[in-house]
């Protein structure tokens, strides 16, 4: 069983960073790709981004491309999204997800797909 947990959310003024943390606990961690999902109120849930179990490859929605960054730290369980210039469209509950990956598979982007969810955590962007 993966428990995961996020942290780092917080109320930011547009233009803005926050730095997102998925702490991860559970056996064979190195097995898992991890994505970033996030809910607007109102809203379905989106892909953000996501990152392969080895950290090689990244895919990432439009939206955030060139102001998000993905990333892991495989020797401290714990994955990041960095969020730079944030914008009021990017308010949501940001939710971290893993699943168990082959090795040399793509990325996968649909929510459904994955294994293991977080609790979320609030961004909240003003203008």
């Known amino acids: 069983q993966v428990q995961l947990v996020e942290s780092g959310g917080g109320l930011v003024q547009a233009g803005g960073s926050l730095r997102l943390s998925c702490a991860a606990s559970?056996?064979?961690?190195?097995?898992?790709?991890m994505g970033w999902f996030r809910q607007a109120p109102g809203k379905e849930r989106e892909f953000v981004a996501a990152i392969s179990r080895s950290g090689t490859n990244t895919v990432y929605a439009d939206s955030v491309k060139g102001r998000f960054t993905i990333s892991r730290d495989n020797t401290k369980n714990t994955w990041y999204l960095q969020m730079n210039s944030l914008k009021p469209d990017d308010t949501a509950v940001y939710h971290c997800?893993?699943?168990?990956?082959?090795?040399?598979?793509?990325?996968?982007?649909?929510?459904?797909?994955?294994?293991?969810w977080g609790q979320g955590t609030q961004v909240t962007v003003s203008s």
């Open positions: 559970g056996p064979s961690l190195y097995r898992y790709a």
């Open positions: 997800a893993a699943k168990s990956q082959i090795l040399t598979a793509p990325i996968s982007t649909t929510d459904r797909s994955y294994d293991y």
